[in-house]
């Protein structure tokens, strides 16, 4: 598994001497800390680089693999102790220390490349969001000066206890067959084609689509991270965004549900019969509703929850970036005109299309220029400049039909239901929401 820990990095230029020291982005991938890579063609940083020269703020984009799923993440007492006794602390959570190593490479030998070490920005969408909010979390964080969190902060995949943990490997155990309280786990787990182990987690899981948890082991980070919202004071400017129908990708895990199973999952987090059945009246949610206006509502109410009511209390947290202009928050509302089931919606990594600018030949002329607005964004933030002139309590919102604007919360409340979040927010002195 660890053959697998490659680093990709795009320079403007050959570097020499005579060239300025370069910013630096680092671009976490994304996957539900479950699977994805560095290497698929998306994530090509060739034509950002590129545009970065063009508009002569060159930078130099790096991107690399971690361990995801059950290699990444793991943890259990028998893990905790082959650990402690190698010499080391912690448990779980190995994905996390791999973008940290990652991260200590671009710190030690990206200057021969041309590059900034101090001056580093880490930039995530989804699982990479997420692991960038866990990294401003972590008790030894690595070195970056900014941060963009695309779709995904630490509550959006909140970490789980080592008992929650525990419920998992013996679970894994059982699947391959394997005695947990035998001595030799680990080597028998070890045994088992990293292939197998992958295939076999959404069985265990008993989702479709699941997820990496990290684990809360007292170690990597001392404080829960989902109490967090607001950014270390060393931070120098956070970006934090998300698209505008981030829900649909719960759409199979939701096919075969019903309302009373809706409501019964529910209630299983909030664990409060009154806030749950609030919160589902809320997004307009009750049982007389057809089955497909039924999972649209939920999936817009999951695609809240998970990313955009976070997204929101991060912004209310950070009054004192807010204050110093170094703040920004964004929405990605354009529509897809590819031809699959996601077309005709602003759905979750629509954006990377349009920030890594690899796909223009099937964009017309309006997306390929909002594009180049895009990721010019990205670019001047990475040059540790403002992507955008907005004021407190505005949101840039790029789209729908290529259309780029700056909008206060009240011009956008009838798109984006802020006073709703708020009311969420609120319930539960401001716990409920975190148990979505």
Not at 92 to 104: E, H, K, S, W
Not at 159 to 188: G, N
Not at 400 to 410: A, F, I, R, Y
Request: a negative charge.
């Amino acid at each position: 598994e660890l053959t697998g820990l490659v680093m990709n990095i795009v320079i403007p230029f050959a570097p020499t001497s005579k060239k300025r020291s370069l910013p630096v982005m680092v671009y976490v991938h994304g996957g539900s800390l479950l699977y994805g890579g560095a290497n698929l063609p998306i994530f090509d940083a060739v034509n950002l680089v590129s545009q970065s020269i063009e508009m002569e703020k060159p930078f130099i984009c790096v991107n690399f693999n971690y361990r995801v799923g059950l290699g990444g993440f793991l943890a259990s007492d028998a893990i905790r102790r082959d650990l402690r006794d190698d010499g080391f602390q912690g448990c779980g959570n190995f994905g996390f220390t791999d973008q940290q190593v990652a991260f200590d490479w671009v710190q030690r030998y990206i200057a021969a490349l041309g590059g900034d070490p101090d001056n580093v920005t880490a930039v995530g969408e989804s699982a990479g969001g997420i692991s960038i909010s866990n990294q401003l979390a972590a008790a030894h964080p690595p070195r970056f000066r900014r941060a963009v969190c695309m779709s995904g902060l630490s509550v959006s995949i909140p970490p789980w206890t080592m008992e929650q943990h525990e419920t998992l490997f013996q679970a894994v155990c059982r699947y391959f067959k394997i005695d947990a309280s035998q001595p030799d786990v680990l080597d028998r787990l070890r045994q088992i084609p990293q292939q197998d182990m992958a295939n076999a987690t959404p069985v265990i899981q008993g989702v479709l689509s699941g997820t990496g948890n990290p684990c809360f082991d007292g170690w990597f980070y001392q404080t829960d991270p989902c109490e967090i919202q607001t950014a270390p004071k060393w931070l120098e400017a956070l970006m934090v965004g998300d698209t505008y129908h981030e829900g649909v990708i719960f759409h199979l895990n939701l096919l075969d549900d019903d309302f009373a199973s809706i409501r019964r999952t529910f209630l299983k987090h909030i664990n409060d019969d009154d806030e749950t059945d609030q919160i589902l009246r809320e997004y307009d949610i009750h049982p007389a509703l057809p089955h497909d206006m039924l999972l649209e509502r939920v999936e817009h109410m999951c695609g809240d929850a998970v990313f955009k009511i976070p997204n929101y209390a991060t912004a209310l947290a950070n009054s004192a970036l807010h204050d110093r202009g170094s703040l920004f928050l964004y929405h990605f509302d354009q529509r897809s005109r590819l031809k699959n089931p996601l077309e005709g919606t602003a759905y979750h990594a629509h954006e990377l299309l349009y920030l890594f600018r690899n796909l223009e030949t099937e964009m017309d002329d309006g997306e390929r220029e909002m594009a180049r607005g895009f990721a010019a964004a990205w670019i001047r933030f990475c040059n540790g400049e403002a992507p955008w002139s907005a004021s407190k309590a505005e949101w840039k919102v790029w789209g729908p039909d290529s259309v780029q604007s700056v909008k206060s919360e009240e011009e956008d409340e009838n798109a984006r239901s802020y006073k709703r979040m708020k009311r969420i927010l609120g319930m539960g002195n401001g716990q409920t929401w975190k148990r979505w």
